[in-house]
């Protein structure tokens, strides 16, 4: 008849020797201080050049467009327009203008409210920009 550990033995087994016992006074671990002590984050890969430079001019455009999304989402927002598209980097770029451009001509039309904060602050337009943007490259038909 095979033999089976007792609970206690089993915890014995599991116990890693490094333990300090002051924290851990019955040699017992949590599951969490156990994944957070084994954590193994992936390398960091560099983001492709094309979406470094559609960062800068997100970065550029952001404030003036009133963006209250971090710019990490709105950056990753424009590249995956920009691979959805099939465009070549430059004519992408010139879209980022023209979204921007028409934008603002349209600015008065956006019916968006301040933000509570900063009521003299700029209107929100991001949103706008992304779907002006979404139809200059072609994602969607002009309205």
Known sequence: MPHHASRSQHLTIVADAHLDPISHPNGVESVGQVLKRNRVRPPTRPHPEERQQIHAYI???????????????????????????????ARFIDALYQARARTRDHSASIRTSLPKDDPWGTKPKMAYFFAVLTEEVGLRDAA
């Open 59 to 89: 970065k550029e455009f952001a404030p003036q467009l009133g963006d209250q999304a971090p710019l990490a989402s709105s950056v990753t927002r424009a590249y995956n327009v920009y691979v959805a598209s099939g465009w070549p980097l």
